[in-house]
């Protein structure tokens, strides 16, 4: 069954604690995304990688990191440094990164505790 | 620049009445557009999409969007609302490959539909 994995559902960090969300694809796509969704709004991307190894910033990437050492895993870290990080978090790929069509998960909620 | 603004934060039929969600455009080029649907605590799942064929795209569950480049709109109509289409709608246009084929998110319509 292909598709696109994301744990866990819930999570919830301490002040000053680094938490890393997972995303898995097993569709063979080279693209993936980061993307952070608040109440009322659209989804505003964090981190994209074009292909393994590599992987450039969005447009709201101050607070996070990313790594793409696999084809299908592109885990996400949310550090210290992100003051807010109350979010919904979703993680998307795409055949390539030529604009078609992406697939999302079904995405993580993070809370602080 | 490419951009996308949604019209309506918030639209309200009944059901088995018609559903009509705007979306108007700004792009420099021809743009691949989307609408994408996002039901409570779930990942989005693409409804339609625009790539330069047909200006009529039919998508899933009888949803459709007509592209007018002179009116630069995209907007999502079904004839007939069912109490399963509640949900928030994206509208979503897509960068040239040169910026990283990323896409652009409107800020979502929340449609909400009346037994």
Not at chain 2, 4 to 26: I, M
Not at chain 2, 49 to 55: G, H, I, N, P
Not at chain 2, 108 to 115: F, I, R
Request: charged share 15%.
């Amino acid at each position: 069954d292909g598709g696109i994995t994301q744990s866990p559902k819930y999570l919830f960090r301490k002040e000053g604690q680094n938490v890393t969300l997972s995303c898995e694809q097993n569709l063979n796509h080279d693209a993936m995304y980061w993307y952070r969704q608040d109440p009322g709004q659209g989804l505003r991307l964090i981190y994209y990688s074009q292909i393994v190894n590599d992987f450039q910033k969005g447009d709201i990437a101050e607070g996070y990191s990313v790594s793409r050492e696999k084809k299908e895993s592109f885990p996400l870290t949310v550090t210290s440094a992100q003051k807010n990080p109350t979010a919904f978090y979703l993680c998307a790929s795409s055949l390539s990164a030529g604009g078609g069509i992406q697939y999302f998960g079904a995405g993580t909620r993070l809370s602080v505790l | 620049a490419q951009s996308v603004t949604q019209l309506d934060s918030h639209v309200s039929v009944s059901e088995g009445t018609p559903v009509l969600l705007r979306c108007n455009y700004s792009s420099s080029y021809s743009p691949s557009l989307f609408w994408y649907v996002q039901h409570p605590n779930k990942g989005l799942q693409l409804l339609l999409k625009y790539t330069s064929a047909a200006t009529l795209v039919k998508g899933i569950n009888g949803f459709e969007a007509e592209f007018k480049k002179s009116e630069t709109s995209f907007h999502l109509t079904k004839p007939s609302a069912h109490m399963s289409d509640a949900a928030e709608y994206f509208c979503v246009v897509s960068l040239a490959y040169n910026q990283g084929g990323n896409l652009i998110f409107g800020q979502g319509t929340e449609l909400s539909v009346k037994p």
